[in-house]
């Protein structure tokens, strides 16, 4: 059995935040079509109701791609963080050379 590797980086975490908030922005910025005739009309108010429950989850689902960027910004930040002290520590094994 072949197991994939997962390789993660800041940047890579980075560019992936920015995605996730680019596109929840254009899923917030789509409308749904105006409706035409008649409002009166049963498959207009039918049209109305669907575009509104459409809308909502729109706006769910860029809410959750907005929190995604975030947590993958937190995840950038701490992966930094933890290659930082990893760097740090090992620069504190190297011993100096004896002459």
Same mark, same amino acid.
């Given at each position: 059995?072949? =197991? %994939?590797?997962?390789? *993660?980086?800041?940047? #890579?975490?980075?560019?992936? $935040?920015? /995605?996730?908030?680019?596109? &929840? ?22 049209? =109305? %109701?669907?575009?509104? *429950?459409?809308?909502? #989850?729109?706006?769910?689902? $860029?809410? /959750?791609?907005?929190?995604? &960027? ?27 050379? *004896?002459?």
């Amino acid at each position: 059995m072949h =197991s %994939a590797v997962l390789q *993660v980086s800041k940047d #890579g975490l980075a560019a992936q $935040a920015g /995605r996730c908030r680019s596109l &929840a922005s254009r899923l917030a910025g789509n409308r749904p079509a105006l409706g035409t005739g008649p409002s009166v009309l049963a498959s207009a108010a039918a049209v =109305s %109701a669907a575009h509104a *429950v459409i809308a909502a #989850g729109g706006v769910r689902c $860029a809410s /959750r791609m907005q929190d995604t &960027a975030t947590k993958l910004e937190i995840a950038s930040a701490c992966y930094r963080d933890t290659e930082a002290g990893a760097a740090a520590d090992f620069r504190a094994l190297v011993r100096p050379p *004896v002459r």
